[in-house]
């Protein structure tokens, strides 16, 4: 979820944030807070969203008025801000011991069922495949309407978007304020799954996985962050045994694939997909010609 909506504002909107890891923070400390409050997971989850989104308007407002690597490094800073803040005030966020306790998500009530509750593994499994269907949804109908469409004209060309008449400030502030919320969500269903949240959640480490996960996967694909995500996690656990090394070995992957395939597993899906129905198009206009010259001979 939280690659999926990196690829929303990166991969569809062209503007490279490094904060992603720090409005998850957000999101997780937020649904931590209100729910050790007392309140309902539910009630919490979209809270702790809208607040990472309002923080994210503020954010957006100042740093998208710059462009390429300012953005960049104004949205790092950012992330280190809230990991470091994270870290250090120990009577908000319980220091770099982080807080626990925090309660599961609240059971919902299911007439003549009884509760739905999240304290087994297989319900929370579904719990999240549930959120991450209903991300990719969203995502989908967002990407496929004309505010997708004018996110893809931002990303191409800036200056020739803004000349047909598009609000290209306003543009990246909806995919950076949308994308914050995305992410927000993830970090709120993290710390109530997990039940105890430190300011490594908020860490901008975060992030620099969550971009491997796009650039192997496929950036400005819907699949490719979900496929990037298993891929590299596939790869590192294979990786385990190389000790320190397999973070030079996955390093190394890594920029083989940025050379040698910029499209990510689904750029290299694509290219086959076109061969094959470029193949099956050539063969398709033989048996035209063939036919054709066949008529031609009959009527001689």
Known sequence: MATLSLNLILGYTGQASLAHAGFFGIGAYGV?????????????????????????????MLTLRTRGHYFAISTLCFGVIVFVVSG???DFTGGYTGLLGIPRPTPIPVPFLGDITFVSQ??????????????????????YSSQGLSFMAVRNN?????????NTFATKLLSFITADFMVAVAGGIYAALMG???????????TF???????????????????????VSFLVEYMYALGEYRLMLFGL??????IFFPRGIMGI??????KIQDYYSRRGVGVEDVAENRKIDETL
């Open 32 to 60: 931590a807070m209100i729910t050790k409050a007392g309140y309902s997971f539910w009630l919490a989850l979209p809270i702790a969203a809208l607040i990472s989104a309002f923080i994210g308007l503020l954010i957006g």
């Open 88 to 90: 250090s005030w120990i």
């Open 122 to 143: 297989v319900s929370q499994y579904y719990l999240v495949i549930g959120f991450l269907l209903l991300t990719l949804f969203v995502k989908y109908r967002i990407v």
């Open 158 to 166: 800036e200056v020739l978007a803004e000349a047909v008449g598009i």
């Open 196 to 206: 105890s949240i430190s300011p490594t959640s908020a860490s901008f480490n975060l």
């Open 209 to 231: 996985f969550w971009l491997a996960y796009l650039i192997i996967g496929g950036i400005a694909t819907l699949a490719g962050p979900i496929i990037g995500a298993f891929a």
């Open 253 to 258: 992957v890594l920029i083989l694939a940025i």
């Open 269 to 274: 899906v694509e290219g086959i997909r076109v």
